[in-house]
Every structure is written in C-alpha cells, then in structure tokens.
C-alpha cells in the first residue's frame, strides 16, 4: 500500500516516536523511508545575521566576519542533521527496512511537500509540535501546511506528552 513513505525528522523527542512508527509502517508494507531534514535559518538562530544588511562601506570588514561566522554555523548545523539522518538511516536498515535521507534548506512545509511530490511519496509522516489557538495563528503549523498541499497521505504523529497536557 505505502511503498514511499517520506519521514520528516528534526531533533524534538517526536522525531523518535515519527521514526519508530515509520520503522514499523515500512516493515509491514515493504517500503522504503526517505528521512527529510529542512534546514531553517530560524532553526538555526541566524535569521538577525541573514537578514542584515549593511549599506556603509566603513562596514564591510564587520559584514564578511558576520557571513563567513555564519556560514561555518550553517555547515555545524548541516553536518549535525546529516550524521542524525544517516544514523537513522542506518537503523532503519538494521530493521530491515530500506531508508534514504536527504537534508534540504528552506520553508519547511512547502519543501516536504515538494519532495513529496519529485520522489513520488505515497504516504508523508510527521510530528506535530503542538502548538493551538493563537501561537499557532502567529506561527502557523507546518503539520497543517501539509495537510492542505500535501501530493498524497499524510500520516501525523501526535507528541504522547502533549496528549498528557491536553
């Protein structure tokens, strides 16, 4: 039934409890997991840095100490996902199931739904942060920008913790 399951991970604690269950979903169906990490200047706490700019020339030494930190940050933050995803690749394999992974930079929503689409994904699974009401009005929730875009299934974890505080 679901032969390309497309996992989104991050770092949160509901990344494991996404992982298990797609572990799980791909062993029933034989499928295979593409493990998605998107990458985010927010996630990553250098929005105020890429987003500054600097328009005297007084200040250009200041402004290629700001790029060159933040790019050896953004490489720290690249190489942290890539070895998470690929341990979980590889766990994944140990299970039995087959798992590529992929780490793409972007508006988180918009590019699992893209790659959803180009790999040809029957079933997308994911975490829920948990956010309601007004902070996710303020926020928006990338769970439910899926939901609405997504090209196929969408399958959401929901946080066993935030069901205990709700």
């Not at 997991?33 to 200040?59: F, K, R």
């Not at 190489?79 to 087959?98: H, I, M, R």
């Not at 009401?133 to 935030?162: A, R, T, W």
Request: glycine residues 6%.
């Amino acid at each position: 039934m679901y032969k390309k399951i497309l996992v989104a991970m991050d770092s949160s604690e509901i990344s494991q409890q996404v992982f298990n269950t797609a572990v799980s979903l791909g062993k029933q169906n034989n499928s295979t997991l593409m493990l998605l990490h998107v990458l985010t200047d927010e996630e990553m706490g250098l929005t105020e840095i890429a987003t500054q700019h600097i328009s005297a020339l007084e200040y250009h030494a200041a402004m290629v100490e700001q790029v060159e930190a933040y790019l050896k940050e953004k490489d720290l933050f690249r190489q942290k996902y890539l070895n998470l995803l690929a341990s979980w690749a590889q766990e994944a394999a140990d299970a039995g199931v087959p798992a590529e992974y992929t780490l793409n930079y972007g508006g988180p929503g918009r590019t699992i739904c893209d790659l959803a689409k180009n790999w040809d994904a029957d079933l997308i699974m994911m975490g829920r942060r948990g956010l309601s009401g007004f902070s996710e009005l303020l926020m928006g929730s990338i769970s439910n920008y899926v939901v609405h875009h997504s090209p196929c299934s969408v399958l959401i974890v929901q946080d066993k913790q935030q069901k205990e505080l709700d």
